[in-house]
């Protein structure tokens, strides 16, 4: 039972680069998150998507693009990084509504230099 | 107001101590109330869900005030593996770019020997 899994786990680039986080949930939820994690500032949520085609912004989308062709990946692209980018992602699912419980992936720890 | 407020902490106490934590959260229409706990460097994970009458799960009660919109969860008997920090969430407001649950920022326990 895989869950939900995050890859690579830890990635480090430069400044202008595009790099790209994978997430793989293996419930068949409808909905997905990404998330990012800073110090002061908790989780604050990306871009989510209620289902494949389907995606929406969330607090902070700037900078980023998502994409769902099939159910269970969700890819969070990050088309030119920033140092400002560099935190700790996480990708979430869950079942249902977008207000059930979600469920968290590993975390994928980003560095931009 | 924020959304979704906690005391950060930290609580130390000692093992064998019950500790309580409050959350207050501004969106009256809110309906979906958890508790997620998030060790260091590691995913958030369900710890319990809040119902309304208040629920209980082992050494865990959670209980909800809709009238003062807060939520508690009391931790007895506290061991040294409840150290972690302790996130509050509730579902926000409907509608494109708001976020289906927004997540305190975390209060952090140190349960000490």
């Known amino acids: 039972d895989a869950g939900i899994t995050q890859s690579p786990r830890y990635k480090i680039t430069e400044t202008g680069r595009q790099v790209t986080l994978m997430c793989h949930q293996t419930?068949?939820?409808?909905?997905m998150f990404w998330y990012r994690q800073d110090l002061g500032h908790g989780l604050r949520l990306i871009y989510y998507s209620a289902a494949a085609d389907i995606t929406d912004k969330g607090e902070v989308p700037d900078g980023y693009v998502v994409s769902r062709s099939k159910t269970e990946n969700f890819p969070l692209t990050l088309e030119s990084a920033t140092r400002s980018q560099t935190s700790v992602y996480f990708c979430?699912?869950?079942?249902?509504?977008?207000?059930?419980?979600?469920?968290f992936g590993p975390g994928t720890r980003l560095t931009v230099l | 107001r924020k959304e979704v407020e906690q005391d950060p902490g930290p609580f130390n106490v000692p093992e064998g101590a019950t500790v309580a934590f409050n959350c207050t959260y501004s969106n009256s229409a809110s309906q979906s109330f958890f508790w997620y706990r998030q060790d260091c460097r590691k995913e958030p994970k369900l710890l319990m869900s809040?119902?309304?009458s208040g629920n209980e799960d082992g050494r865990f009660t959670a209980q909800l005030n809709r009238a003062s919109q807060y939520i508690s969860l009391l931790i007895r008997d506290s061991k040294l593996s409840d150290s972690a920090t302790y996130l509050c969430?509730?579902?926000?407001?409907?509608?494109?770019?708001?976020?289906?649950?927004?997540f305190g920022k975390g209060t952090r326990l140190s349960v000490i020997a």
């Open positions: 969430v509730v579902n926000g407001p409907q509608g494109s770019g708001n976020t289906p649950l927004v």
């Open positions: 979430a699912s869950s079942r249902d509504r977008g207000y059930n419980e979600q469920f």
């Open positions: 809040v119902y309304s």
């Open positions: 419930w068949s939820h409808s909905y």
